[in-house]
């Protein structure tokens, strides 16, 4: 049964896990992501109705409107018939035998009048003054009539009017007799739930649209003001929009229909590493670096489309390309870059001009910066990027709308605050070297600073051996670069390789001055002291903190090779004797990149060039031949991925280095006399 790689699952964990946080962040407000105000231009291309919608009034207009309704509303009231029956045969009860008499005609005529217009409580009475109403409704058997307020009496205020209606024949005293107000009483009251149920009706009546829009029909144009009618009519678009999101049918289609496309994004980036970098894949710390970047790009994507906060060209997108390509290569770079911007742009308003312009400020990104190893390379970088972002842009408008006139000349200024944000890269680097245990070039040049502590000791106790280091560098670095390598990776390793020898420098024949201390000892004792400068190397490496990537060209300088000098010598004086090993073969590992694999090569050299007789452009050729052939065959270059045309290459380099080095001139044939 084949073993189950957990790495490998670990790994594609993150992917999912990484895919399930943009898509739950994901904008869920609809395809309507414009962001626009009155009375400024409109920055997006030419904008129709996508399907029929109303123009809604504003939520102020509509509470004007409610309110206006409510001021005038007329109340209900309903008449009871029945009080003013009750009160006229009160009243001719009370007087049987005067039906003609003047002052109860009088009496019963206002009566009849008073019941007519309405007599109301007291209480109902202050209750529409203080309101204001100046009309009622007024309901006698189910049919309502609108009554003047001021008509309305109470039964004070409906005596008085008897009183003051009297005509003049007949006598005050005489009137206040009859006693009348004995026969007034209320005949209209507040009906309450009549009156809400109008009410509620009128208020529902309302239109809360003032018109309609055609799907199709255009709305605003790129450069056009939005005055107040094209503002109405695109909040109203978005209102529509949000409404058609928040439905469930179509809520759900969009979330299938995210999920989707965010994880087809997210497995077309796996398997690019699957296929061509899984050694980036596997290395859970770089899955994860990688990971990080593409989701924080879409998690402030998405903060800045829900929140409108700003203009998504403020977000320095090209930063992650910069950043990928100093620490991994620039085909990782650009399709991370890819990555993001495609999953951006299904955020973003215009997406189709998004993806143009950002591809290719990631192109411009990443052939403009090789690799960062100063500041004025990168605002260097950031200003062809600002360039891209403004031609392309320029360049788009021209071909899709041809009216210069309409620019929207803030993106100009949205592309410059990109360029200033894009300038701290250089700390976001250092940042992450921290975070993530990466090593820059910018790094590689500070620790090639001979003025450092450890390669100042080195010049300082072992010079013989800082000298071979420096030349060792130059050889390497040359080597390397001919054969796509990492010059300053290569550079900064060949200076700390012998670090070592710091321990036990005169041990080492490029530090010695006539007296060598291995007379006086073992060959076995003499390989163990020069095998040791490798473990002690990797002690200074780790007390001065140097990065991994340094320390491999400590370990591997040498391989599994041998210390042949002393292996051969011993061999020599114990010819019947097993030998051990062991005891003359450094630890290794042997070299498994270009980069020490080169360093190993241009270590021997260097070292083996130093006790040649004479210089010649034959002697060198024969020596870097002879040195890089007895490694091959020992197999020291076995895991390198080295093809025989790099070896071949990296000769070269060394032989014509090591000619300038030493002044080499070709040798005259001798004239025969």
Not at 220 to 226: A, T, Y
Not at 288 to 317: S, W
């Amino acid at each position: 049964m084949k073993k189950i790689n957990y790495s490998n699952i670990l790994t594609i964990a993150c992917f999912v896990i990484a895919a399930l946080v943009i898509d739950y962040f994901f904008p869920n407000e609809g395809r309507f992501r414009y962001k626009f105000f009155a009375g400024k231009p409109w920055s997006y291309e030419l904008l129709t109705a996508p399907v029929d919608f109303p123009v809604y009034k504003t939520d102020e207009e509509v509470n004007s409107e409610r309110d206006s309704v409510r001021a005038n509303f007329e109340p209900y009231f309903r008449i009871d018939t029945s009080v003013e029956e009750r009160q006229m045969e009160k009243l001719r009860n009370a007087f049987p035998y005067r039906r003609f008499d003047p002052y109860l005609l009088f009496i019963e005529e206002n009566l009849q009048q008073l019941y007519a217009e309405g007599i109301i409580s007291h209480a109902s009475s202050e209750r529409l003054q203080s309101e204001s109403r100046l009309r009622i409704k007024a309901m006698r058997d189910n049919v309502a009539r609108t009554a003047v307020v001021d008509n309305l009496h109470t039964v004070r205020t409906a005596y008085e009017a008897i009183m003051a209606n009297k005509p003049a024949f007949l006598s005050l005293d005489s009137l206040r007799s009859y006693g009348v107000d004995r026969f007034l009483a209320e005949n209209m009251t507040y009906d309450e739930d009549m009156s809400a149920k109008v009410l509620e009706g009128m208020l529902h009546d309302i239109p809360v649209a003032i018109g309609m829009v055609q799907a199709g029909e255009r709305i605003v144009d790129r450069g056009e003001i939005v005055d107040a009618n094209t503002y109405t009519v695109l909040r109203s678009l978005r209102q529509v929009m949000e409404l058609r999101t928040g439905d469930n049918r179509h809520l759900g289609m969009i979330l299938i229909g995210q999920t989707a496309l965010v994880f087809g994004i997210f497995a077309c980036f796996w398997l690019y590493l699957w296929s061509f970098r899984r050694q980036v894949l596997y290395e859970r710390r770089n899955a994860i670096f990688l990971l990080l970047c593409i989701t924080a790009a879409g998690l402030l994507t998405e903060i800045c489309v829900d929140g409108r906060l700003f203009n998504v060209y403020i977000l320095p997108y090209a930063i992650v390309p910069i950043v990928v390509r100093t620490f991994f290569d620039s085909r990782t770079a650009m399709f991370t870059h890819l990555s993001i911007v495609l999953m951006c742009s299904l955020m973003v308003p215009n997406p189709h001009e998004f993806v143009l312009l950002q591809t290719i400020a990631g192109m411009v990104a990443i052939f403009g910066l090789k690799e960062l190893s100063e500041r004025s390379q990168l605002i260097r970088c950031a200003f062809f990027i600002y360039l891209a972002y403004a031609l392309s842009y320029a360049g788009l408008f021209l071909f899709t709308e041809t009216d210069a006139g309409k620019i929207n000349w803030l993106m100009f200024l949205y592309f410059g605050i990109n360029f200033i944000l894009l300038t701290f890269a250089y700390l976001l680097v250092y940042m992450l070297e921290k975070t993530f245990g990466y090593v820059s070039n910018i790094t590689f040049i500070e620790l090639s600073n001979i003025n450092k502590p450890l390669l100042r000791k080195l010049s300082e106790v072992a010079p013989g051996t800082f000298q071979h280091s420096m030349q060792a560098s130059i050889l390497a670095s040359k080597a390397v670069e001919k054969i796509g390598g990492n010059a300053s990776l290569v550079r900064t390793g060949a200076l700390y390789h012998d670090i070592g020898k710091i321990a036990n420098p005169a041990f080492f024949i490029e530090n010695q001055k006539g007296i060598n201390p291995h007379d006086n000892i073992s060959f076995e004792q003499s390989a163990q002291i020069v095998i040791g400068h490798v473990t002690e190397g990797i002690k200074l490496a780790e007390k001065a903190s140097l990065p991994s990537a340094i320390k491999e060209f400590i370990l591997t300088h040498h391989g599994h090779g041998k210390a042949k000098y002393f292996y051969i010598n011993y061999k020599k004086q114990h010819p019947e004797m097993t030998v051990d090993e062991a005891k003359f073969t450094y630890p290794g590992p042997n070299p498994s990149t270009k980069e020490t694999a080169v360093l190993m090569m241009a270590d021997a050299v260097e070292a083996a060039s130093r006790s040649l007789s004479n210089h010649t452009e034959e002697e060198i050729t024969t020596l870097v031949e002879r040195i890089i052939d007895a490694q091959q065959a020992d197999g020291l270059l076995k895991n390198a991925p080295l093809t025989f045309a790099d070896i071949e290459l990296v000769k070269q380099v060394f032989i014509e280095k090591l000619k300038i080095a030493y002044h080499t001139r070709i040798s005259y044939p001798e004239e025969k006399k």
